[in-house]
């Protein structure tokens, strides 16, 4: 079984910032600019992602989603733009981040 911590190294020397979240007691937040993901405890992975990563909105986690056609990042009534440089950012965040926790798996 990977090492929580260990895994959690990487992803600090890989450039994402570890934080704890009051909105999140159980996870482990994982942020790159205004990427979010959370990460929790598991007993074969090591950690393990929960949910989708989303965009950072105040203290919450915008989901990636549609509206009227045009792709958001929405917490409930706040919505973000998401416009082609963040969809940029957010799916290199997200590819990166599953790399790197799929790498400590093998």
């Keep these: 079984m990977p090492d929580p911590a260990e895994m959690l190294q990487k992803l600090y020397l890989a450039g994402f ?4 979240l009051d909105r999140f007691p159980r996870s482990i937040g994982i942020i790159r ?3 979010i993901a959370l990460l929790e405890p598991d007993a074969s992975a090591g950690l ?3 949910g989708r990563p989303g965009w950072r909105i105040g203290d919450a986690i915008g989901a990636l989603t549609t509206r009227g056609g045009i792709s ?23 590819r990166e981040l599953v790399e790197l926790l799929m ?3 093998s």
Excluded: N, Y
């Design 72 to 94: 958001v990042f929405r917490w409930k009534d706040q919505v973000i733009e998401a416009t082609p440089e963040r969809l940029h950012i957010f799916q290199s965040f997200e």
């Design 17 to 20: 910032d570890i934080q704890t």
């Design 48 to 50: 393990r992602l929960v």
């Design 33 to 35: 600019g205004d990427c």
């Design 103 to 105: 790498t400590e798996r």
